[in-house]
């Protein structure tokens, strides 16, 4: 389907590939260009990593993606002290950020799945302003009844969207995109997580000139501790995984 090299490398019992923000939105370009659907991005963090290792549901959909990027700091850290060419995270946000640049350009559709109505309320009205070639034909809050699914399913299929951005956390991103990628008309399946948060000003980003010194995930610990002190068994089991030999 493509003539670029995807720099996959096989690691902590997922993969990565080794791709910048610039290279993943090219690569999915082509592709779409060239008519493929059901496009599968994960991001991957520290804390996928740990809970990828017992999770065999989740680390058979990181492996099932077509590319995966290297989600946080610490596993940029270690690829690179084990001698891969990376030159540091390729956080989520940046990748979504560039895939919605190329969707301006083209004026294609995209459809946000997640996070709460506020956000997306808010999220409507920067893109408008920053993207106004954008097709937005749908958004959606996360806070749905099970039963309900299905139907938002069938609208997100009739607008066939190029690109699904999908603001669950981990694995029911995973577990969504698992169960329609191959059964409804979506270029692109990318869970975000909270990067519709950032996107929509609710949660603030530093610099960018600071984002590749660990700074954004000081941040966060900072914004949410009761959080990461939940998280923070996952991130211990990262750091033993990491250390291993290959």
């Known amino acids: 389907m493509s003539t670029f090299d995807l720099k996959e490398i096989k690691i902590w019992n997922i993969k990565y590939n080794l791709l910048t923000e610039a290279e993943i939105a090219d690569i999915v370009v082509d592709w779409i260009s060239k008519g493929k659907r059901g496009i599968h991005i994960t991001g991957v963090n520290a804390d996928i990593v740990g809970l990828a290792q017992d999770d065999v549901f989740l680390r058979e959909a990181i492996l099932d993606s077509d590319i995966v990027n290297v989600d946080s700091m610490l596993p940029a850290h270690y690829l690179q002290k084990r001698g891969y060419s990376i030159k540091g995270r390729v956080a989520t946000p940046d990748v979504m950020e560039e895939l919605l640049k190329k969707a301006n350009e083209r004026g ?8 709460k ?3 997306l309320d808010k999220l409507k009205t920067v893109l408008e302003d920053e993207y106004p070639n954008l097709q937005i034909v749908g958004m959606q809050n996360g806070y749905y009844d099970v039963e309900e699914e299905e139907q938002i399913v069938s609208r997100i299929n009739e607008s066939a969207p190029d690109y699904l951005f999908i603001a669950f956390p981990s694995p029911r991103k995973e577990q969504f995109i698992l169960k329609y990628k191959h059964s409804i008309d979506v270029g692109v399946f990318y869970g975000i997580g ?10 603030k980003r530093p610099p960018k000139w600071l984002r590749g010194f660990g700074i954004e995930g ?4 900072i914004r949410k501790p009761g959080v990461h002190i939940k998280r923070m068994p996952l991130t211990l089991k990262f750091f033993d995984v990491a250390r291993r030999p290959e």
């Open 108 to 115: 294609q559709k995209v459809y946000f799945l997640g996070a």
């Open 218 to 221: 000081v941040l966060r610990v």
């Open 117 to 119: 109505q506020d956000t």
């Open 194 to 203: 909270g990067a519709l948060d950032a996107k929509a000003g609710v949660l």
